[in-house]
């Protein structure tokens, strides 16, 4: 390897231990902003007459919660007024401040008003109020309670499902859509919620002399009480905004032109409600990621992220435990780090080699050729869906179908690629060693019968396979079932490119021809991306093409370690001298 090779090595690890120790120290900070920490979480000393902010809440101290919904954005002085128009749709019985973690749900059904079906209104509000035991609910006049508000209605884009049977005809599909779902407008209608999460932080944390950090301003209440050095805080209480993600809300009517005079068509709103106790960590790594995602998918942000991504780094923080988080995180870590070294390593490998090259013989064509095809494939499937595909997923598509073009030159001539499978003239080239021999037989049977299965039994099988999804499956255009087809080759070609290879290696008994540390990069990254597929969201089909690596680089790993390291022609030559 060569310094400049061996000098991106230390520093791709140096940056990685960096980036780990950063987020190790945020984590500090965000979990445990109160608690001194030298160099990591450094406090300053506590002085005597420093301001003290504890809970408000003390035990033995009971709350009790009710939520209730109405038009009204903004709670007012006067009780009357907002009972008149609020109508409550929950209740929490009375709860001992020793279950600082509770959790509390129940899935209700809410009629919506008629006020708002017949002017087609958006102005539909619910409020949570968690205040002492035994109080008249709402008391406007408990300065401890907590408070907490979220829209119900919203005006959003419908999705429409435009997939259909395409040997049915336009008349049986697109011809039951309206005229607007027959376009590509999309439709902006009210959209009920079906989801409201609520958070509250019962924990008894302790400021000291207005020491809050700075992202909770929005959320905190402060009571000042005279002649007394403490100044306690109200519990900390929202809905999360990580809960709520596309899925969560219904649209309310099914027409496409939406007026003040066509009422709604929905009469009810069916909501899963929680309620749950969680620690002040969870609360700021909640705002922190709202905050960033607000800022991914706003008009100055350099790369624009799609609802759809949004919403899956949303299931993807909200959905797991922190502990499963912290795994994600490290694993997102490990992944660019392992990806960047195995491009590394196979760029080295290959930078001096071409096809007359004596190192090359052994490595399979086909298998090179196959990958080439799939890396293609999968660039221009995310570019055609380059809306719902994260740039930067995007990026790497490209670099890794370069990286494999760039890869194909250096063992086959333009020729040469009209010849794959067939018989080559001999052409004298000299003395040529039988080992040498035997290498070049064997990899032109393997890469014979390559073809010959992807030719009888592959396309085969893939013809079948499209047959039956043009017939069976729902696809929105023809382009959209060539590209559900590519993407299904694709996954057959990946999983089979790697097998010529290996067979290769089992008749000549050695790996020496592989580039074997790029093979270890991949391998890791095979089980990073395991991990990905059990806690990120995905198709089916996309998580089962997570796994199939994993019996390929098995068996890659056990012939690694069976067959003996082959010696080089200048170790042969130094034992002959030595036996001389």
């Known amino acids: 390897m060569s310094f400049l090779g061996k000098a991106s090595s230390v520093a791709a690890f140096a940056i990685f231990a960096w980036w780990m120790s950063r987020i190790l120290t945020i984590s500090i900070r965000i979990f445990y902003p109160s608690t001194h920490i030298p160099f990591l979480n450094p406090q300053p000393a506590i002085r005597d007459l420093a301001t003290v902010h504890p809970l408000a809440w003390q035990e033995p101290f009971e709350y009790e919660a009710a939520m209730y919904i109405t038009t009204m954005s903004t709670l007012t002085e006067d009780p009357q007024l907002f009972l008149s128009t609020a109508q409550r749709i929950w209740h929490i019985p009375p709860q001992p401040l020793t279950r600082r973690h509770p959790k509390f749900s129940d899935q209700v059904r809410v009629v919506l008003p008629d006020a708002l079906r017949q002017q087609n209104g958006t102005e539909l509000f619910a409020f949570l109020f968690v205040q002492r035991a035994g109080a008249v609910f709402p008391d406007f006049g408990d300065k401890m309670a907590a408070v907490a508000r979220t829209t119900l209605v919203s005006v959003r884009p419908r999705k429409i499902n435009r997939k259909h049977a395409l040997l049915e005809g336009n008349e049986s599909t697109v011809g039951k859509a309206t005229e607007a779902e027959a376009t590509e407008e999309a439709v902006w209608v009210p959209h009920g919620k079906t989801r409201v999460s609520w958070e509250i932080v019962l924990e008894d944390n302790w400021f000291y002399d207005w020491g809050f950090p700075l992202d909770l301003g929005p959320y905190l209440r402060v009571n000042r009480v005279q002649d007394s050095r403490s100044a306690p805080y109200i519990p900390l209480l929202w809905e999360n905004p990580l809960s709520i993600t596309a899925e969560n809300w219904y649209p309310l009517t099914n027409q496409s032109h939406v007026s003040k005079d066509s009422p709604l068509d929905a009469l009810d709103l069916q909501i899963d409600l929680a309620l749950s106790g969680v620690v002040l960590g969870w609360f700021r790594l909640s705002n922190y990621v709202s905050q960033g995602l607000n800022e991914l998918t706003s008009s100055r942000s350099l790369i624009q992220y799609t609802e759809t991504d949004v919403d899956n780094l949303k299931q ?68 055609d869906r380059r809306k719902e595909t994260n740039i930067v997923v995007l990026l790497g598509a490209a670099a ?181």
């Open 316 to 383: 993807m923080v909200y959905g797991v435990n922190p502990m499963m988080l912290a795994i994600t995180v490290s694993a997102m870590a490990l992944h660019i780090l392992f990806e960047f070294l195995a491009y590394k390593e196979d760029v080295s490998f290959w930078a001096g080699k071409t096809a007359a090259a004596e190192g090359l013989d052994g490595i399979s064509r086909s298998s090179m050729l196959m990958s080439l095809a799939s890396s293609w494939i999968s660039f221009m499937y995310m570019w």
């Open 400 to 580: 890794g179908a370069l990286v494999e073009a760039w890869k194909v030159t250096k063992v086959l001539s333009f020729r040469d690629l009209f010849t794959i499978g067939k018989r080559k003239p001999e052409v004298a080239e000299g003395p040529v060693s039988a080992e040498m021999e035997n290498r070049k037989k064997v990899q032109r049977e393997v890469d014979q019968q390559t073809a010959w299965y992807m030719i009888f039994v592959c396309l085969p099988a893939m013809s079948l396979y499209a047959a039956f999804s043009l017939l069976y499956q729902h696809h929105e255009s023809f382009i959209s079932w060539f590209l559900h087809i590519s993407l299904a080759t694709v996954y057959t070609l990946e999983f089979i490119q790697m097998w010529p290879q290996l067979l290769i290696n089992h008749k000549l008994r050695t790996v020496d021809m592989l580039p074997l540390t790029a093979f270890l990069y991949r391998f890791l990254l095979t089980f990073i991306d395991d991990l990905y597929a059990l806690v990120v969201p995905m198709p089916l089909i996309e998580r089962i093409g997570t796994l199939r690596d994993d019996v390929v680089f098995f068996v890659l790993c056990y012939q690694w370690f069976k067959f003996p390291k082959r010696k080089t022609p200048a170790e042969v030559d130094m034992e002959k001298k030595k036996a001389e």
